[in-house]
Structure formats: structure tokens, C-alpha cells
Nanobody, 124 residues
Framework: QVQLVESGGGLVQAGGSLRLSCAAS????????MGWFRQAPGKEREFVTA????????YSADSVKGRFTISRDNAKNTVYLRMNSLKPEDTAVYYC?????????????????WGQGTQVTVSS
């Protein structure tokens, strides 16, 4: 069992930056892939970025490539999402997810564990 708690969301102007954190409980964190997803009002939850259990491989949606960076610190049981050059269309609730997977990183159903989400609002 893994519990995830996101933090770091807030209100930022377009062009600004934020760093989200996701703290995980449980000793199995280091063997889980981690993902960030987001959901805007009236839209389905969508993949943002993911990182393999080892941290060697990362995957990102085209919409955030070059702007968002995912990283993890297995010693701290924490995964981070650094978001630069934020746009109003990045406004959403951002969710952290964990799962014992080595493929299918973009698919929500591959992740059995989810955080409660943190709101990110980007003003124009």
C-alpha cells in the first residue's frame, strides 16, 4: 500500500514557474514508477509526465515537453514536477500516481495509487 500527498500548487501568472511535490509513504516507493496527471474542469484526466522506478527514463506529453521536468528522490520518497513557462491551458488539478509498471506510463489504469490532487491555476 502506498499513500501519496501532493503539495506546491497555487496561483501563478502566465510565464511563471511552480514546483509540485508528491510525498509517498511505504518502503516500496523506490520500485514504483511515478506519474503526474492533470484534470481540467469538464475534461478527462490526462497524462502529463512519468518517471521509471530507477529514474533513468522519463516520458512526457507533447504539450509539456521542454517546459515540465519530472524527477524523483528515492531517499526522500518524493517525486517532483518542475513546471516552467506556464500557460493558462496548464490550469488543472494535478495528481500524482504510483504503480509497479515498466510500460504503459501514459495510461491512468496502470496506476493503482493516487494522491488527492493539488490545484494549479495560471492567470493570463
Amino acid at each position: 500500500q502506498v499513500q501519496l500527498v501532493e503539495s506546491g500548487g497555487g496561483l501563478v501568472q502566465a510565464g511563471g514557474s511552480l514546483r509540485l511535490s508528491c510525498a509517498a509513504s511505504g518502503r516500496t516507493f523506490r520500485v514504483y514508477a511515478m506519474g503526474w496527471f492533470r484534470q481540467a474542469p469538464g475534461k478527462e484526466r490526462e497524462f502529463v509526465t512519468a518517471i521509471s522506478w530507477s529514474g533513468e527514463n522519463t516520458y512526457s506529453a507533447d504539450s509539456v515537453k521542454g517546459r515540465f521536468t519530472i524527477s524523483r528522490d528515492n531517499a526522500k520518497n518524493t517525486v517532483y514536477l518542475r513546471m516552467n513557462s506556464l500557460k493558462p491551458e496548464d490550469t488543472a488539478v494535478y495528481y500524482c500516481a504510483a504503480g509497479p509498471l515498466d510500460s504503459g506510463y501514459t495510461r491512468t489504469f496502470e496506476y493503482p495509487y493516487w494522491g488527492q490532487g493539488t490545484q494549479v491555476t495560471v492567470s493570463s
